[in-house]
């Protein structure tokens, strides 16, 4: 069974701070997303990567920045927290070319910046 | 610019009873949609999918139906209980099962028993 582990459930962070949120698959999965969710907003896309090393802006890639240094492991950086980065980060993952698998989902970090 | 639209914000449905929830798209690309199942505090799962290519896929008690003439696509839960209450997000791809999705704003479904 697919397992994307976020590594903190609940964070609160300070304005101006930078602010790192984790997110790491176990099932050597190519692909890696990060979206956040806002009430009446629904998921929107940030980043995504298709590879080591590589990484797309999304929809709303203002404010962040994403790593990806190892297959397994997909970073949101978020450079100098705003408060309206506070928000529901989810990732996802999928294997990548000649799959079906859809993107399965990490359970969230709901990150809160006072 | 909303390519996927869920309409509904909430729908409240009695148990053992039908759920119908619907979704609109404008993008004549998308060729793969998917439902997912949110409950609070939790990442979403996923329901049930169906390629472009079918106009209907059933797993269960969940049926999803596509019409690609109208861009509409609808999710049906037969029978309804109580643990279906919960947030359903449409999402939609034009990259197939790999590609990037675009989400509804979703759905609160609530199934009274």
């Known amino acids: 069974d697919v397992k994307v582990t976020q590594s903190s459930r609940y964070l609160v962070k300070r304005t101006g701070e930078k602010v790192f949120l984790e997110c790491v698959q176990d099932m050597d999965h190519e692909n890696m997303f990060w979206y956040r969710q806002d009430p009446g907003l629904g998921l929107r896309l940030i980043y995504f990567?298709?590879?080591?090393?590589?990484?797309e802006k999304g929809d709303i890639p203002e404010g962040y920045s994403v790593s990806r240094e190892k297959k397994e492991r997909f970073s949101l950086i978020l450079e100098s927290a705003s408060t309206n980065q506070t928000s529901m980060y989810l990732c996802?993952?999928?294997?990548?070319?000649?799959?079906?698998?859809?993107?399965?989902f990490g359970d969230g970090t709901r990150l809160s910046i006072l | 610019d909303q390519q996927v639209k869920q309409n509904s914000p909430s729908l409240s449905v009695q148990e053992g009873r039908i759920s119908i929830l619907n979704c609109d798209y404008t993008?004549?690309?998308?060729?793969?949609f998917l439902w997912y199942k949110k409950y609070p505090a939790e990442g979403p799962t996923f329901l049930i999918s169906i390629s472009s290519i079918k106009d209907k896929n059933e797993d269960g008690r969940f049926t999803v139906f596509l019409n690609k003439s109208a861009k509409h696509l609808s999710l049906h839960i037969v029978p309804s209980q109580p643990g279906d209450s919960a947030v359903y997000f449409c999402a939609a791809s034009a990259g197939g099962s790999q590609g990037n999705l675009i989400f509804g704003k979703g759905t609160k479904l609530s199934v009274k028993p």
């Open positions: 993008n004549s690309m998308f060729d793969y």
């Open positions: 990567s298709y590879d080591v090393k590589m990484k």
């Open positions: 996802a993952s999928t294997p990548g070319p000649n799959s079906n698998q859809p993107q399965h």
